[in-house]
């Protein structure tokens, strides 16, 4: 058994720390595997401990790089996704809450199946694959110029329950924004024709709010913003509206036909479209403000 092995458990175990090891040949491949993680060096002594290894590396002096610069910038990407896919889901579930009491736990839903189906699918899906693979918060070379912001990982500073719990209040109050101005505007308007709009003409008007509101929140919470964020959160609220117009004309025999049509003839639609998602995205634009301008310097 190789030396580093027995010390690589002690710490694991004992001091109860996560332990790194590296390694570049065939005698250190006990040590990278007993560590949490593994990371092997490619070398002349072979590629055993590459292949054993969760991290590959040309030569030692890239560990700098491997864990200050693409560690960090990793670990700052999961904790966006995961709390994006938390918060977008939360907004979206909690609408549909909210009906069931106003519709006294009828079991009647308030959003079409097909909605449902394809939300995480295609209208909220292209924009947070781009925060996972582009979003980063300072550049590779102060990354490494201040190694202490490495510390923010080890802290967890990015997904602390308070981060949650913040961005659990903004999902709540967000949704309650949505629907309550959807639902009560409603009942003050009326289509062309003179009618009421209906069940399914008012769910797809809340729908169109929290697709363009949880793709346009993504757009406040990245570090940086490239050409791809822009076209993924233009696109999804794009292809929610060549999906609407071509499903509310396909399916004659449902609720949903001809819905958006109905919609887009009276002036409550464009009202909507330019209010709710302003003044549901307003409270949180105010905490970012507020943070940036009161919080700790650098």
Not at 253 to 278: C, E, R, W
Request: proline residues 2%.
């Amino acid at each position: 058994m190789n030396s580093g092995e027995p010390v690589t458990r002690l710490v694991k175990k004992g001091a109860r720390r996560i332990a790194l090891s590296i390694g570049d040949g065939a005698n250190d491949v006990g040590m990278i595997q007993a560590a949490h993680v593994g990371v092997g060096i490619s070398g002349m002594e072979g590629m055993q401990a590459v292949m054993a290894s969760d991290f590959a590396i040309a030569q030692f002096r890239f560990l700098t790089d491997l864990l200050l610069v693409h560690g960090r910038w990793s670990y700052l990407r999961v904790c966006k996704v995961v709390s994006y896919f938390f918060y977008k889901n939360l907004t979206f579930t909690l609408t549909q809450f909210y009906f069931t009491f106003q519709t006294g736990f009828s079991g009647q839903r308030f959003y079409d199946d097909w909605f449902q189906t394809l939300y995480n699918v295609i209208f909220t899906s292209l924009p947070v694959i781009f925060v996972g693979l582009l979003d980063k918060d300072v550049s590779a070379f102060f990354s490494k110029k201040y190694p202490e912001l490495y510390r923010e990982g080890i802290k967890n500073t990015f997904f602390r329950f308070r981060v949650l719990g913040i961005v659990a209040f903004f999902s709540v109050y967000q949704s309650i924004v949505v629907y309550n101005f959807v639902i009560s505007s409603s009942s003050e308007s009326l289509t062309s024709s003179g009618k009421m709009l209906g069940q399914w003409d008012v769910n797809t008007m809340a729908f169109t709010c929290v697709v363009i509101t949880v793709n346009l929140r993504l757009l406040m919470t990245c570090n940086i913003i490239t050409k791809w964020h822009q076209l993924s959160v233009g696109g999804s609220i794009l292809a929610w509206f060549l999906f609407i117009f071509v499903y509310s004309l396909c399916f004659t025999y449902k609720g949903i036909f001809y819905t958006i049509f109905v919609l887009m003839s009276t002036f409550y639609f464009y009202l909507t479209l330019v209010l709710v998602p302003i003044t549901a995205l307003l409270g949180e634009f105010l905490y970012q403000g507020m943070t940036l301008l009161l919080g700790p310097p650098g």
